[in-house]
């Protein structure tokens, strides 16, 4: 409970979602719950795309915490999904995929490059500030791994 109460602003962006959304995301708060510390900064930034995620989250939850120093692959995961979401529809491939090691890193490099038109529309030119977002993640590891928290 202490953890969730930690992001408990954070996940107050999910209250105005459909009942029948947030049905779907309560099955999978076991699953986040203990990551909510690791993925802090990325509750904010997938609220938008929630709708896009929810089919994928059983596909996506066991590789959260993998992908969370990656802000840019929350704060885009609408064009992700736009590009390469049939990818999470073919079982062999998505885990072949999602099991690479550089996969986290790869996902974040074309997050910040694919265009957003096609996806977004109009709003495509709107920015979230993904990159203060990392860079808060990389300083609250770093102050972890110094008190012993993290494991390198």
Known sequence: VGVILKHFDALLLYVDQ????LASLVQYLPIFAPLFDTLGPNIAL?????KALAP???????HAARFA???AVSANAD???WYFGWVLRLPLLRHLLLSLPAMPRIAAFLARRLPRRPVRGRTADYECDWEACED????????RRGRGLASA
Do not use: N
């Not at 997938?46 to 929630?50: D, E, R, W």
């Not at 994928?56 to 066991?62: D, F, N, Q, R």
């Not at 808060?136 to 102050?143: A, S």
């Open 18 to 21: 459909p009942k029948d959304d």
């Open 46 to 50: 997938a609220q938008p795309h929630i």
């Open 56 to 62: 994928h989250l059983s596909t996506i939850a066991p």
């Open 69 to 71: 120093p990656y802000c």
């Open 79 to 81: 064009v992700l999904l």
């Open 136 to 143: 808060f993640f990389r300083e609250t590891q770093r102050g």
